[in-house]
């Protein structure tokens, strides 16, 4: 009986050892203390990327009075990504922009891209995910 119990905890263990962890956390940071609601969008394809409803895998989160926030992504397959996100202050579910289009809203892309004149390009934001887990930081402009 000692026996069998030792094999199931080894067995269990192992199987401990082997599972793999595929939590993906995006941590955005720079937020200023602002509310809102946080859209992270993550895309694999240039043709829907910054389309917020094309978005392959999204989240919607309530931002109170936070400098930084952490999302957890469960079960994301390795492949080749790029995600943007923005800060909804107002609640209009969308990302506003001036006369001229640049943005009134705090938004950031993956790779930290942020060109002065323009957004982001899939191309410019892609990522190659092989870990089984990772943490993304994307910093708001």
């Known amino acids: 009986m000692k026996n069998l119990i030792l094999l199931v905890i080894g067995i269990s263990g192992s ?3 082997f599972s793999q962890d595929k939590r993906q956390t995006v941590i955005v940071t ?9 859209y992270i969008g993550w895309y694999n394809e240039s ?4 389309i917020n409803e094309k978005a392959i895998y999204r ?7 936070q ?6 992504f469960i079960d994301i ?7 943007a996100v923005f800060l909804d202050e107002n609640n209009n579910y969308k990302l506003d922009k001036n006369i001229f289009g ?9 790779n930290n891209i942020l060109p002065a004149l323009r957004a982001a390009t899939f191309e410019e934001s892609v990522f190659e995910l092989k870990q089984q887990r990772s943490a993304i930081k994307i910093k708001l402009k």
């Not at 720079?30 to 946080?38: A, T, Y």
């Not at 400098?67 to 957890?72: A, H, L, M, P, Q």
């Not at 397959?77 to 995600?83: C, L, M, Q, R």
């Not at 640049?102 to 993956?110: A, H, T």
């Open 15 to 17: 199987l401990i050892c």
């Open 77 to 83: 397959p390795n492949g080749k990504y790029a995600i």
């Open 102 to 110: 640049i943005p009134k809203e705090k938004y950031g892309f993956s």
């Open 30 to 38: 720079n937020l200023e203390n602002i509310k809102g609601d946080l």
């Open 47 to 50: 043709s829907t990327f910054r």
């Open 67 to 72: 400098k930084e926030i952490s999302v957890d």
């Open 59 to 65: 989240e919607k989160i309530k931002v109170y009075n």
